[in-house]
């Protein structure tokens, strides 16, 4: 790892660490994250992705008493932060917990009062990257947002177009829920196989001492009748010589 390289990942650091949230920090992270060397980009991804989630939760905390602007600020920070290095979980989770936070503060802040469009985004990236479950969720808060709409604004034109909106996201909320089931089967399916196996291997070799148990008993049993049957055969002849002598 080059010199410069290192320097910027120092600076990158120093400035997450003094609560340096602005465009310049994510300027310096995008120069660190064009390196040429791919074996040192991967080790620099994966430490600063845990750097970016361990300071995001420790920055979420400290700014939970702070007005509901500057939390959004910081969350859009760390959105485009993980964004940029590729972390699309916490990406996308830090997205629903901005979006989740200004549906509880529009009550009081109508500027920060989310769009059935922003929900229905969300849920459509959800998708595509399969957390299904979370694109259910922002499908339902979506509807949520059309019916509000509907409430506020209770006009012929715009209540038929409002169906149609309704409509698709319904049938995306559909696909989200069968394929959230369908995962949980496949999960439950590979957990029951992986059960079976293991009661299999642990099964087998005392099955196989059983039979061989068994299979000696009866090894064993044969040779005493057998020699049984010699045995009476033997005393038949000798019987039988002692006769023809008399």
């Not at 849920?123 to 509000?148: M, P, Q, T």
């Not at 029951?192 to 299979?215: D, G, M, N, W």
């Not at 049993?221 to 008399?246: M, P």
Request: one cysteine or more; proline letters at 1%.
């Amino acid at each position: 790892m080059s010199d410069a390289l290192d320097q910027q990942i120092s600076l990158f650091r120093s400035l997450i660490k003094t609560r340096r949230f602005d465009d310049a920090t994510l300027r310096i992270l995008e120069s660190v994250l064009v390196s040429k060397s791919v074996k040192s980009l991967k080790e620099v991804e994966s430490s600063l992705r845990g750097l970016l989630r361990s300071e995001s939760l420790s920055t979420i905390r400290e700014i939970a008493e702070k007005p509901v602007g500057q939390k959004l600020v910081v969350l859009e920070f760390f959105v485009r932060a993980f964004a940029l290095i590729a972390d699309v979980e916490s990406c996308l989770a830090l997205r629903y917990e901005a979006l989740h936070m200004r549906e509880l503060e529009s009550a009081n802040c109508q500027w920060v009062e989310v769009s059935y469009l922003e929900w229905l985004n969300f849920a459509e990236h959800s998708l595509d990257n399969g957390f299904y479950s979370i694109a259910g969720k922002a499908c339902e808060n979506a509807l949520l947002c059309v019916k509000r709409n509907d409430i506020a604004n209770p006009k012929v034109d715009e209540l038929f177009e409002n169906e149609q909106v309704m409509e698709k996201i319904k049938r995306l909320k559909d696909f989200a829920m069968t394929s959230a089931a369908s995962c949980s089967v496949q999960a439950q399916a590979a957990e029951y196989l992986k059960k079976k196996s293991t009661e299999k291997r642990k099964i087998h070799p005392s099955f196989r001492t059983e039979t061989r148990c068994v299979a000696s008993t009866m090894f064993r049993n044969g040779i005493k009748r057998r020699n049984v049957r010699k045995l009476h055969e033997l005393q038949r002849t000798t019987s039988a010589s002692h006769t023809i002598q008399l």
